[in-house]
C-alpha cells in the first residue's frame, strides 16, 4: 500500500487578505448601550457630541466582523477637546466588541466581586480565547494543496505553519488572558512585556522586556492586555514594539474591558491599529480604575 502523502502549495491564497480591509466609520445614537444589527451595506457617518465616545471621529471606528455592534459611551472630555480639529488620518483605528453570547457571559463573570480567583482566571482565558479567534479571521496566511483522507484525495487548506503569530501578553494579568492562544493557533510565539503602574502618578514602569531586536517584515502580532484603562501600560508597550520594525496595520490589541481615556490615546497614537474588546466601560476613576469594569485583574486571577 502507497504511504500517505501531502502535496502543498507553499503560497497565500490571492483571496485571502494578510491584513484586515480598511472600514468605514458607524454611528451610535445611544447614551450607553450596545446593540447588534446586521452589517448596513452604507456607512453612517458618525457623529460626535459630547454624549458619544469623544475619539477623533476620523480616525475610530467601532463595530464587529460579521454583525456589527454599535457602542456609545458617555465620555468625561471637556467640549472644547472635542471639537479641536486634528489632522486627518488615511487610516483609522477600529474597535471591535463581537456580539456573541459566550463573550458577554464571561465578561459577567469577570464582573461578579464574588467569582473567586481560580474561577476569574479560568473565564479570562476563555474570553481570551473567543477574542482571539474573531481577531484572527481573516489575518492568517495558508496552504492549499491536497492530501489523502481515508476515502479519497481532498483538497485542503492550513494556515501557513512557517509564520506563527507573536503573542505578547503584558504581565501579569495578560498571561491569564493569553492563556489560551496556543489552542485556537497553530502557531505562536510568545514573548512578555512586564509593565508596572505607580498608584500616584499613574505613569507607567516597563520592568521586563522579552520582544526580539527585529520582528520579521510581515509579523503578526496579538498585544494582550486585559484592561486598556488610562491607556499608559498599553502606549509603553505599543512603543517598544514598534521600535521592532512593527506596522500599526500588524498589531491586534486583546483586551477584555477598555475605556475612552485609553482608546482616545490608541486612536491618536496609532492610527490602522486593531483593538479586539469583550466590552466598552463610560469611565475611569480618579485610581486609574475602570468603573463598572472589574477590579484588579491581576490580583484577582492570582489572588496576591
Wanted: one cysteine or more; hydrophobic letters at 40%.
Amino acid at each position: 500500500m502507497a504511504s500517505p502523502h501531502i502535496n502543498l502549495s507553499l503560497r497565500c491564497l490571492p483571496s485571502t487578505p494578510r491584513f484586515a480591509p480598511k472600514s468605514h466609520f458607524l454611528n451610535p445614537n445611544s447614551n450607553y448601550n450596545t446593540k447588534s444589527h446586521h452589517y448596513l451595506p452604507n456607512p453612517i457617518p458618525f457623529s460626535s457630541s459630547n454624549s458619544a465616545l469623544l475619539l477623533n471621529s476620523q480616525k475610530m471606528s467601532l463595530f464587529s466582523p460579521s454583525r456589527c455592534t454599535y457602542v456609545t459611551v458617555k465620555s468625561h472630555v471637556p467640549a472644547a477637546a472635542a471639537t479641536q480639529e486634528k489632522p486627518v488620518s488615511g487610516d483609522r483605528m477600529l474597535v471591535y466588541v463581537p456580539p456573541h453570547p459566550l463573550i458577554k457571559h464571561w465578561v459577567s463573570v469577570l464582573r461578579n466581586e464574588q467569582t473567586p480567583c481560580p474561577i476569574f482566571k479560568n473565564a479570562l482565558a476563555e474570553l481570551g480565547r473567543l477574542l482571539m479567534y474573531e481577531a484572527s479571521r481573516d489575518w492568517l496566511p495558508t496552504i492549499t494543496g491536497e492530501i489523502q483522507s481515508p476515502m479519497g484525495v481532498a483538497s485542503v487548506e492550513f494556515v501557513d505553519p512557517r509564520e506563527p503569530v507573536a503573542v505578547i501578553p503584558i504581565l501579569r494579568a495578560g498571561l491569564a488572558l493569553a492563556e489560551h492562544a496556543s489552542s485556537i493557533l497553530p502557531a505562536t510565539k510568545t514573548y512578555h512585556i512586564g509593565v508596572s503602574r505607580n498608584e500616584e502618578t499613574l505613569q507607567p514602569l516597563i520592568y521586563l522586556n522579552k520582544l526580539p531586536e527585529k520582528f520579521p517584515q510581515d509579523a503578526r502580532v496579538f498585544v494582550v492586555d486585559p484592561m486598556l484603562a488610562t491607556g499608559g501600560t498599553i502606549v509603553a508597550a505599543l512603543d517598544l514594539i514598534k521600535e521592532r520594525g512593527v506596522e500599526n496595520r500588524q498589531i491586534k490589541v486583546i483586551s477584555a474591558i477598555a475605556a475612552p481615556p485609553a482608546l482616545q490615546k490608541l486612536s491618536e497614537k496609532f492610527p490602522g491599529l486593531h483593538v479586539y474588546t469583550g466590552i466598552i466601560d463610560p469611565t475611569v476613576n480618579d485610581k486609574g480604575f475602570i468603573v463598572p469594569g472589574l477590579g484588579d485583574a491581576g490580583d484577582r486571577s492570582f489572588g496576591t
